[in-house]
């Protein structure tokens, strides 16, 4: 059982950035799809991004249109660690923020249900 520990969130406004950080307690990185999705209340679930451990036709990292040019999934090896760099948040990033990974190292689709281990989240706020 995988467990993953995030940190990062905060109370930042528009404009800002912040990066969220999350770390397996075990070196999943080599076959592991690691991923990030957000839920804001009253709303479901959402996909972020996702690293990929093998890319497949080149492309290793995924995004949600949303983020896309905004955010940067990342991973460290040596710290064990996987990384969200988001730029230019807007009040409509304002959710808690999911760390997850899906055992399998390719990217298989942006379904929460993919994705086996989940974080306890972390409240990101972006004050306008």
């Known amino acids: 059982q995988v467990q993953l520990v995030e940190s990062g969130g905060g109370l930042v406004q528009a404009g800002a950035s912040l990066r969220l950080s999350c770390a397996p307690s075990e070196r999943v990185f080599n076959s592991y799809t690691m991923g990030w999705f957000r839920q804001a209340p009253g709303k479901e679930r959402e996909f972020v991004a996702a690293?990929?451990?093998?890319?497949?036709?080149?492309?290793?990292?995924y995004y949600a249109d949303s983020v896309k040019g905004r955010f940067t999934i990342s991973r460290d090896n040596v710290k064990n660690t996987v990384f969200l760099q988001m730029n230019n948040l807007n009040p409509e990033d304002t959710a808690v923020y999911y760390c997850?990974?899906?055992?399998?190292?390719?990217?298989?689709?942006?379904?929460?249900?993919?994705?086996?281990?989940w974080g306890q989240g972390t409240q990101v706020t972006v004050s306008s």
């Open positions: 690293r990929a451990a093998i890319a497949r036709s080149g492309d290793r990292t």
């Open positions: 997850t990974a899906d055992p399998f190292p390719y990217y298989r689709g942006s379904s929460p249900n993919l994705f086996n281990y």
